[in-house]
Nanobody, 117 residues
Framework: QVHLVESGGGLVQAGGSLRLACLAS????????MGWFRQAPGKQRELVAE???????NYADSVKGRFTMSRDIAKNTVYLQMDSLKPEDTAIYYC???????????WGQGTQVIVSS
């Protein structure tokens, strides 16, 4: 298992930016996939962005061109740069780590993002 701690959430006006960080308790180079998910009130948790161990990224259509996921392997940290934020981006953002062998799927505690109109 890996312990994940998110940071960087907060209140921002529409059009603004935030950068989320997720610190892992072990080397992220050994993790098959790390992702950022979000859950808005009354809605299901959804994938926002993910990055594979090889560095390939994938984004939800709703955030393409506005959000960028990156990683710093030396710091065991992944980031989510969020630009041009919209009120509909308001949610709790969770970091996720998934590995196949040995298998585990770990979640952070979440960080709140509120975008005011």
């Amino acid at each position: 298992q890996v312990h994940l701690v998110e940071s960087g959430g907060g209140l921002v006006q529409a059009g603004g930016s935030l950068r989320l960080a997720c610190l892992a308790s072990r080397s992220i180079s050994s993790i098959d996939r790390m992702g950022w998910f979000r859950q808005a009130p009354g809605k299901q948790r959804e994938l926002v962005a993910e990055i594979t161990s090889g560095g390939a990224t994938n984004y939800a259509d709703s955030v393409k061109g506005r959000f960028t996921m990156s990683r710093d392997i030396a710091k065991n940290t992944v980031y989510l740069q969020m630009d041009s934020l919209k009120p509909e981006d308001t949610a709790i953002y969770y970091c996720n780590a998934e590995r196949e062998l040995p298998p585990y799927n770990s979640w952070g505690q979440g960080t709140q993002v509120i975008v005011s109109s």
